[in-house]
Nanobody, 123 residues
Framework: QVQLVESGGGLVQAGGSLRLSCVAS????????MAWFRQAPGKERDFVAT????????YYADSVKGRFTISRDNAKDTVYLQMNTLKPEDTAVYYC????????????????WGQGTQVTVSS
């Protein structure tokens, strides 16, 4: 089992920045990929970004490319999401996820999830 705990969400004005953190514990050696997804009210949970454990390769949804950066510190079992130039449409609950398949972008391929952290961007 892997436990994930997110932090760092909050309220920010459009154009601002936030940094989310996700700390993993348990059988973290099985987490070849860690990712961020987000879910806005009334919408499905969508892929945001993922990063591989071994070489740190990162992949992003088109909607966040150039604005968000995912990174990880394997020694701390922590993954981060730096979000810059935030827009109102970025408002959502952000979830950290972990799974065994590097570069996976489908939520069905992640078997561990955090409880989520709310990000609200005001216009």
């Amino acid at each position: 089992q892997v436990q994930l705990v997110e932090s760092g969400g909050g309220l920010v004005q459009a154009g601002g920045s936030l940094r989310l953190s996700c700390v993993a514990s348990g059988r973290t050696f099985s987490t070849r990929a860690m990712a961020w997804f987000r879910q806005a009210p009334g919408k499905e949970r969508d892929f945001v970004a993922t990063i591989t454990r071994n070489d740190g390769s990162a992949y992003y949804a088109d909607s966040v490319k150039g604005r968000f950066t995912i990174s990880r510190d394997n020694a701390k079992d922590t993954v981060y999401l730096q979000m810059n130039t935030l827009k109102p449409e970025d408002t959502a609950v952000y979830y950290c996820a972990a799974g065994p398949i590097p570069t996976a972008q489908s939520r069905g391929l992640y078997n561990y999830w955090g409880q989520g952290t709310q990000v609200t961007v005001s216009s």
